[in-house]
């Protein structure tokens, strides 16, 4: 796509009227875990859809153009998209480290959602805003971020990824630390650049 001992991806301090310091507020595990294993599952249909599509036999060598130009063109999207997300990533750690949610806020399209506990859709650059503030007014300035993402599919101009991210901060003085994995939806947007679409924490604890 943050909860300081408190349970997703990017957000704030403690309890479900607080919001949490992962990079995506309080989420029941067990509705986090479902979500996961439905985008992971999407996501690899369409690869298996896009590896199984072969040219028919009885059609001319040429026919098959068109597919290796598609598949060109793809891994040339999960390159572009691999460098944006990696830019992004690194945006939200600074955007933490300075205290500027406006940073984080900006990462996402226009109607993007982060997913948070009970079921609570945090949508719209707004409220993605308002609630990344006060995130990062309930601990001590100076948040330490890592993001590192482990899986990325790209289906045309949609991309998936999963990773793991940590928080090493301070809360009145006292030192914490959290982490977990996460989920998110990125999207190309038409000036060539990805926006996330959905953000969704998937606390360790």
Not at 34 to 51: E, G, I
Not at 100 to 115: K, P, Q, T, W, Y
Not at 157 to 184: F, I, L, N, Q, W
Request: net charge positive; proline share 4%; aromatic share 8%.
């Amino acid at each position: 796509m943050i909860q300081l001992n408190t349970g997703s991806r990017y957000s704030g301090a403690c309890g479900d009227s607080s919001p949490s310091i992962h990079r995506t507020p309080f989420i029941r595990r067990a509705a986090a875990a479902f979500l996961l294993s439905a985008l992971l599952t999407l996501a690899l249909a369409a690869l298996t859809r896009s590896q199984d599509t072969k040219p028919e036999a009885s059609k001319p060598a040429e026919a098959s153009k068109p597919s290796e130009a598609s598949s060109a063109s793809s891994q040339g999207y999960l390159a572009e998209a691999r460098r944006a997300i990696d830019k992004g990533n690194a945006q939200w750690a600074e955007a933490w480290e300075k205290g500027d949610a406006s940073m984080v806020a900006a990462l996402f399209m226009e109607d993007g959602s982060i997913l948070a506990r009970n079921g609570k859709i945090i949508k719209g650059r707004q409220q993605i805003l308002e609630r990344q503030k006060a995130a990062m007014q309930s601990v001590d300035p100076g948040v330490k971020v890592t993001v590192t993402t482990l899986d990325l599919w790209v289906d045309g101009e949609t991309a998936y990824e999963t990773g793991k991210y940590h928080y090493s901060y301070k809360e009145k003085g006292k030192p914490a630390t959290d982490e977990g994995r996460y989920v998110t939806v990125w999207k190309r947007q038409p000036d060539g650049s990805w926006k996330l679409s959905m953000d969704m924490g998937l606390p360790q604890n």
